[in-house]
């Protein structure tokens, strides 16, 4: 079965700095689709950015951006020009190709001080 | 706004009761996912339907149930409650199902007293 491992529980950055969020996964498969999904105070799940395994490029949104490593299975969240507005928890999930679950990380709580 | 509605938005009930969620996607969307939000098991997924069809099951207990009906609107059904399904259940959809992108509703807080 699939794994995601957020290994930062917490973390913290100053206003306007730039922040990484780590995850790393596990699987066999070499066709899967990556995502980062943020969920501030309100719970509500936003998608923040997605990544498809089989292109090389990065993904990049506005101020967020990923590193993806396809060989190292790594998947890290950059954050750039922090907001007070990003204070929230991180998931990073998983779903293989050809399927319709998302596997998530346990989350990184973003914590962005004035 | 994703554009998926849950109703309730909170709902209190007791050990032993039964209760109802209501999702409606997001208009176009076929497919829908419930998944459960708890502290100690994270987020996990319990079910999908895509066009009234059951297309996959996650970690769902027996004594919970969905259907989607004909409007596409996806009802999650808890029964025989327990302290321990107190939980965040949020509803997503997505255009069809295989490796699509799922948008998120605002969840229901369910809370068994």
């Known amino acids: 079965a699939q794994t995601v491992t957020q290994s930062q529980p917490e973390m913290s950055v100053q206003e306007a700095e730039t922040v990484t969020l780590s995850c790393t996964y596990d699987t066999s498969e070499s066709n899967y689709y990556l995502f980062w999904y943020k969920q501030p105070p309100s719970r509500q799940m936003i998608l923040v950015i997605r990544?498809?395994?089989?292109?090389?490029q990065n993904a990049t949104e506005n101020r967020f951006s990923v590193n993806f490593q396809k060989a190292a299975k790594s998947f890290s969240l950059k954050i750039s020009d922090s907001q007070l507005g990003d204070t929230a928890m991180y998931f990073c999930?998983?779903?293989?190709?050809?399927?319709?679950?998302?596997?998530f990380g346990k989350g990184t709580k973003l914590t962005v001080n004035p | 706004d994703s554009g998926v509605t849950q109703t309730p938005k909170h709902l209190i009930t007791a050990t032993g009761q039964r209760v109802t969620l209501r999702c409606s996607p997001r208009?176009?969307?076929?497919?829908v996912y419930w998944y459960q939000q708890s502290l100690d098991q994270g987020l996990q997924f319990l079910i999908q339907?895509?066009?009234?069809?059951?297309?996959a099951k996650g970690n769902i207990l027996e004594r919970f149930s969905a259907q989607q009906f004909p409007d596409l609107h996806s009802e999650l059904n808890l029964s025989s409650l327990e302290l321990g399904d107190s939980a965040l259940y949020f509803c997503?959809?997505?255009?069809?199902?295989?490796?699509?992108?799922?948008?998120f509703g605002p969840g229901t807080r369910l809370t068994v007293l």
């Open positions: 339907y895509y066009n009234g069809e059951e297309r």
């Open positions: 997503a959809s997505s255009v069809v199902g295989e490796s699509d992108t799922q948008y």
């Open positions: 999930a998983f779903m293989e190709g050809g399927s319709e679950k998302l596997v």
């Open positions: 990544q498809e395994a089989y292109k090389q």
């Open positions: 208009s176009g969307d076929l497919s």
